[in-house]
């Protein structure tokens, strides 16, 4: 029986992160919630949001760069 390790690293590593953020947004949101308020919560998840965009900008910047490799190494 063969088997795609590539393929399970790649779901496993999507898993990971899902589980991460919803961690981060769940439980530390939440917690803010709890302890301090709607309004702080509100402002946490700005604060949450506003530090992920450079990750986001940066996994993007990466995407693309391999796409484009792939595309010039096709032709």
Known sequence: MARDLR?????????????AL?????????LIYFIYGKGAALFG??????GMLPVVLTVLVLLLLDWVRKRLDHD
């Open 22 to 30: 919803l961690l981060l947004f769940i439980v530390g949101d939440g």
């Open 45 to 50: 998840l700005l604060c949450i949001l506003g």
């Open 7 to 19: 393929k399970y690293a790649r779901q496993t590593n999507v898993r990971l992160v899902a589980g």
